[in-house]
């Protein structure tokens, strides 16, 4: 069964958009991981964020942001007047204690001039 | 400051032949992990290591091996390519388990 699923494969917005992620996740653990990675065109992995699960409060930096529900189990990637630099794939995953990360399939965020 | 290394960044194999992905991190990090990456996948785990010495398999470990002899070295060795194993594939290291993963550039593989 999938750990991770990002219900959408592509969104395709105008430069200034908000454009929202969604990543929910399924794990029996009380202790866990989330991240948000970020997979530009020249391919390679760059950590956004980490956080743990006892950790709820919602985080922004800068035009970045994250909503954390445990009770949805959901932890939502926000991008605030999206730009063309903002295009890439995004990789939702969880940590568990076993030492492994699952992604999600990802979603294509092309960001239109 | 490197990071994670990985060599070769392309190759081509033919079906049936052998070959060892290179990754080398210079970070001390005790975790290890190689991944693919497949369109619509996301990055599957092959193996991972918590420390040199110490291996173990991941969710598609088969047609891989791993070693891991020192803490900085950690390869992937393809035993018999087969059409089946392209794919990008990712190294990846970090300090704990579940603390920030660095990667590599990746290394896109053809088996022919």
């Known amino acids: 069964a999938q750990k991770v699923t990002q219900a959408q494969t592509e969104i395709s917005v105008v430069e200034k958009e908000d454009v929202t992620l969604d990543c929910v996740y399924e794990?029996?653990?009380?202790?866990?991981?989330l991240f948000w990675y970020k997979q530009p065109p020249s391919g390679e992995l760059v950590f956004l964020i980490r956080?743990?699960?006892?950790?709820?409060q919602n985080e922004i930096s800068g035009r970045y942001s994250w909503n954390f529900q445990k009770s949805t189990s959901s932890f939502n990637f926000t991008i605030t007047a999206s730009q063309v630099v903002d295009s890439a794939v995004y990789f939702c995953a969880l940590g568990e204690g076993d030492y492994k990360l699952s992604f999600g399939a990802g979603t294509t965020v092309t960001v239109r001039a | 400051n490197a990071g994670v290394t990985q060599t070769p960044k392309f190759q081509v194999l033919k079906t049936g032949q052998s070959m060892t992905l290179q990754c080398a991190q210079d970070m001390n990090h005790e975790y290890m992990s190689w991944y693919r990456q497949d369109p619509g996948m996301g990055l599957r785990l092959i193996h991972y290591s918590v420390g040199a010495g110490i291996t173990d398999q991941g969710e598609v470990p088969n047609g891989y091996n791993v070693s891991r002899s020192t803490t900085e070295d950690f390869p992937l060795r393809l035993l018999s390519a087969a059409p089946s194993q392209t794919s990008v594939y990712f190294c990846?290291?970090?300090?704990?388990?579940?603390?920030?993963?660095?990667f590599g550039q990746g290394t896109r593989l053809t088996v022919v």
């Open positions: 794990t029996r653990d009380t202790t866990y991981y």
């Open positions: 990846a290291s970090s300090l704990q388990e579940v603390t920030e993963a660095f």
């Open positions: 956080r743990n699960s006892f950790d709820e």
